[in-house]
């Protein structure tokens, strides 16, 4: 079992930043691919970025890309997600989420599928 706690949301103007964690307990974090969604009122759940067991490939939406930047530190069962520029679009709720690392593919961990476990979520809120 793993549990995944959130933190670093808020509220931030538009073209700000923000910098949320992740920090999983439980099982060997270290061999979890961990991916960030978000949900945004009366919206579906959707992909924002992954990134698999050795941080050395990471995947992004294309609304995202350029502006997000994943990352983990499996020392510390920690995944981040740095957010620059951001936009009112970008406002949601965000989860993480962890999932077994065997997928060969790219992009597969784009799937909600993918994921056992997922956080509770943190609230971003960006302001025009």
């Known amino acids: 079992q793993v549990q995944l706690v959130e933190s670093g949301g808020g509220l931030v103007q538009t073209g700000g930043s923000l910098r949320l964690s992740c920090v999983a307990s439980?099982?060997?974090?270290?061999?979890?691919?961990m991916g960030w969604f978000r949900q945004a009122p009366g919206k579906e759940r959707e992909f924002v970025a992954d990134?698999?067991?050795?941080?050395?490939?990471?995947h992004y939406a294309d609304s995202v890309k350029g502006r997000f930047t994943i990352s983990r530190d499996n020392t510390k069962n920690t995944v981040y997600l740095r957010m620059n520029s951001l936009k009112p679009e970008d406002t949601a709720v965000y989860y993480c989420?962890?999932?077994?690392?065997?997928?060969?593919?790219?992009?597969?961990?784009?799937?909600?599928?993918?994921?056992?476990?997922w956080g509770q979520g943190t609230q971003v809120t960006v302001s025009s």
């Open positions: 439980g099982r060997t974090f270290s061999s979890y691919a």
């Open positions: 989420a962890a999932g077994d690392d065997y997928c060969a593919g790219y992009g597969c961990y784009a799937r909600q599928s993918e994921y056992d476990y």
């Open positions: 990134i698999r067991r050795s941080g050395g490939l990471t």
